[in-house]
């Protein structure tokens, strides 16, 4: 059985941007993975503020 893959979202602010897989966020949008996954991470979260920052959120599975 095939693994699911997981559908994320890319926000900048309240903005939306786009939606998709990890592979293929990464390249419509030219960034990395491992940049998409911190991004998604409490880390990042912490570090930066709100307004203008590119945010990633995991919206579910196919």
Known sequence: MARKASI????????????GTLP???QR???TIG???FKASPTYAQ???????VRVYKVGQS
Do not use: H
Not at 8 to 19: E, P, Q, S
């Open 35 to 37: 940049t998409l996954l």
């Open 47 to 53: 570090r930066t503020k709100y307004e203008g920052t």
């Open 24 to 26: 293929e966020l990464a």
């Open 8 to 19: 994320y979202a890319i926000y900048r602010g309240d903005c939306f941007i786009d939606v």
């Open 29 to 31: 949008n030219k960034i």
